[in-house]
């Protein structure tokens, strides 16, 4: 019997006496007999109440109105109620937590990486897993998610529709299959379709997951990690900008204006013509609509980079032909309201316009906002890694060049940061530990190429082996192959962007990648081909038809270096 409940359970018993004691002082009895009756009154009425008292549970009653619920969550055990449970059990016990709901995922449909498909209609969809679709089209789709894909289609799936483990899918999907694989299983090596006008990922993906066609559920801890197609981010990667010669021929001389140079659309090659001034065959072509995609491309991706080939300064000098460049100031705010986060001024044209030019160009980027690296005053200012921000990340860049000595930095010069394989792999180490990501963006290789060097090859190998998460080069003037390098990816050169050599296919044509990251992981990688028209502008190429150039040049200059 607890003490506390005595005075609880005698609250009456002083009222009661305070009432007799009133009327006793009235009557005023000697001080004897009160004292007997007093003791009278306990034994008569304190008895019964300490009987009842203790056979009372020691739990007190619920206050009216309450619950026994809400006494079991008071109490000091989360369990349930003891008579649930077996006789002797521990009354501390808890009860089993309650099961998390079930996650939304997404499920992708994917091709190889070199497919020219982009995207599948529902229906397609639908009709390729009844199989009543392409002839011969092989599905292949996760075995864990089968049952659950054709509940979200509202199809039965065929027989034939194979099942299969999630890299299986991947493989199935490189060779021709149309697979079907969670958003968190997908990688560079295969290719996701957009179903219908929904993209998962790119520039013009979906702002969250009720936006995408196709999901399933499953339980909390089978969607770990989870796939938010908000958390993602993109970047879009150009190859080489002039803004003197024929670039600046049409911006300024035929007064297209600075904007001129980014306004592409979608263009065609509508045949050929011989010969160019060196020989080769150049491509007619004609536009073909979709006008300011390039700009949409580049201003709605999350970081834009590309290489700028010439410096600017004020006593610049315009040439309409030959290797040296300078270009007007003024130019570069064509660059700015393309949406450029970053130019790399690692190349070796960079000195054309001597350390003035350098100076003059580090200021003028740094007045209009656009991040730069890879040259400068001296060496120690020209291997300043850059750092660049997007989605909560610190993302190191680091530039340098490969190619002409005379343009490099030393400690008394001004001049580029040469691509020095061990310094650049010393740089790599220590930016990977100051930042979230690392960048190698190279000038290098040999030009007029699409394989790349075996200098090329080691030095990527290094930089992406000291932490770097990318490298993507340019400088060969071609688009050019690229290597996977434990599960990594070199880029050797993404080919001319803004560029007026006209005097061959390859040097009219360039890529212009998509990346998407989720977080520092790249989920895809998407090339665009591109033409340049009229000496200065890049236009899109349809990839299923004339682009298919372009990628093609790009898989040769590939071979033995990619898995797929």
């Not at 305070?18 to 009327?23: F, H």
């Not at 995408?212 to 796939?227: G, N, Q, R, S, Y």
């Not at 024929?246 to 980014?262: C, I």
């Amino acid at each position: 019997m607890s003490d506390r409940r005595i005075p609880v359970r005698r609250q009456a018993v002083p009222g009661r006496d305070s009432r007799a004691l009133s009327r006793r002082s009235r009557w005023r009895p000697d001080v004897t007999a009160t004292i007997i009756g007093m003791g009278v009154l306990v034994i008569l009425v304190g008895t019964p109440l300490l009987v009842i008292a203790a056979l009372t549970p020691s739990n007190p009653s619920p206050s009216p109105g309450s619950s026994d619920r809400a006494v079991i969550d008071v109490s000091p055990s989360t369990g349930g109620a003891a008579a649930s449970g077996p006789a002797g059990s521990s009354p501390t016990r808890r009860p089993s937590p309650t099961p998390a709901p079930p996650v939304k995922v997404a499920i992708v449909p994917v091709v190889g990486f070199w497919s020219t498909e982009r995207s599948i209609s529902e229906r397609e969809l639908k009709r390729f897993l009844e199989e009543r679709g392409e002839l011969g089209r092989r599905v292949v789709v996760s075995a864990a998610d089968r049952d659950a894909i054709g509940e979200a289609l509202d199809v039965d799936l065929s027989p034939r529709v194979k099942s299969a483990s999630v890299a299986e899918v991947r493989a199935a999907a490189g060779k021709g299959s149309l697979g079907l694989v969670r958003a968190t299983d997908v990688t560079p090596r295969v290719r996701a379709l957009a179903i219908g006008g929904a993209n998962l990922f790119g520039v013009r993906r979906v702002d969250s997951l009720a936006d995408w066609p196709l999901t399933i559920e499953v339980p909390a801890d089978e969607a770990k990690p989870a796939f938010d197609p908000a958390r993602t981010w993109t970047l879009a990667a150009a190859g080489d900008i002039l803004l003197d010669r024929g670039v600046a021929r049409q911006v300024t001389v035929l007064e297209k204006g600075v904007d001129f140079p980014f306004d592409g659309g979608n263009a065609e090659i509508t045949g050929y013509t011989c010969c160019s001034g060196f020989g080769h065959r150049v491509p007619t072509y004609q536009r073909t609509g979709n006008d300011g995609g390039m700009r949409r491309l580049l201003r709605g991706a999350d970081l834009a980079f590309a290489n700028l080939e010439s410096p600017v300064d004020d006593e610049f000098v315009y040439h309409t032909e030959g290797v040296v460049f300078t270009a007007d100031p003024r130019l570069l705010r064509g660059v700015d309201r393309a949406g450029f986060d970053y130019l790399s001024m690692g190349n070796n044209h960079i000195r054309d316009a001597g350390a003035d030019g350098i100076e003059e160009t580090r200021k003028a980027l740094d007045r209009l906002g656009i991040k730069h690296g890879g040259a400068g005053q001296n060496l120690a200012q020209a291997r300043r890694t850059a750092i660049v921000q997007t989605h909560g990340l610190q993302i190191a860049v680091i530039s340098c060049d490969g190619f002409d000595p005379a343009s490099h930095a030393t400690a008394e010069r001004s001049g580029a940061a040469p691509c020095e394989t061990k310094v650049i792999t010393d740089q790599v180490r220590k930016a990977h530990d100051d930042a979230d990501m690392v960048i190698v963006w190279p000038s290098w290789g040999n030009e007029y190429q699409a394989t790349p060097s075996d200098l090329q090859r080691e030095q990527a190998d290094a930089w992406l082996g000291a932490g770097a998460d990318i490298v993507i080069g340019n400088g060969a003037h071609w688009a050019a192959g690229m290597e996977e390098i434990d599960g990594k990816l070199a880029f050797y050169a993404l080919g001319n962007f803004v560029f007026d050599q006209m005097w061959s296919e390859p040097t009219m044509e360039g890529m212009v990648l998509e990346l998407t990251f989720d977080g520092r992981r790249l989920r895809q990688a998407w090339l665009h081909p591109t033409i340049v028209i009229d000496q200065a502008q890049p236009n899109f190429l349809d990839p299923a038809g004339d682009g298919q150039n372009v990628l093609t040049q790009v898989q040769e200059g590939s071979e033995g270096l990619l898995p797929y």
